[in-house]
């Protein structure tokens, strides 16, 4: 079973920046396109970064927001810079499986999912 565990969220200051983690269990993280999305109240889950499996291919939505990750760890993470109150939402990081170094952008090409971390921005 595979299980996505993401951590790092909390309450941040405007301007300020924070980091989160997901922690892959289950699968071959190595071989795993992952991705990060968030949602806030009201709205629909929307795109941040992702990263594909293999040649550190990346896409972005927001250059505030930068993905990495540690396969040895089999952890992903997002570095989020300047903070806004706009960015305050449930982040969660995702995962699929692709053939390719392709980025999916869409939360229905995701096959798995973490629990979600809140992060709240204050101004």
């Known amino acids: 079973q595979v299980q996505l565990v993401e951590s790092g969220g909390g309450l941040a200051q405007a301007g300020g920046s924070l980091r989160l983690s997901c922690v892959v269990s289950?699968?071959?993280?190595?071989?795993?396109?992952m991705g990060w999305f968030r949602q806030a109240p009201g709205k629909e889950r929307e795109f941040i970064t992702a990263?594909?499996?293999?040649?550190g291919k990346t896409a972005y939505a927001d250059s505030r927001f930068i993905i990495s990750r540690d396969n040895a760890k089999n952890t992903v993470y997002l570095q989020m810079n300047s903070l806004k109150p706009e960015d305050t939402a449930v982040y969660y990081c995702?995962?699929?499986?692709?053939?390719?170094?392709?980025?999916?952008?869409?939360?229905?090409?995701?096959?798995?999912w973490g629990q979600g971390t809140q992060v709240t921005v204050s101004s």
């Open positions: 289950g699968r071959t993280f190595s071989r795993l396109t």
């Open positions: 990263i594909s499996w293999i040649g």
């Open positions: 995702a995962a699929t499986v692709r053939t390719d170094y392709s980025t999916p952008y869409y939360p229905r090409e995701y096959t798995y």
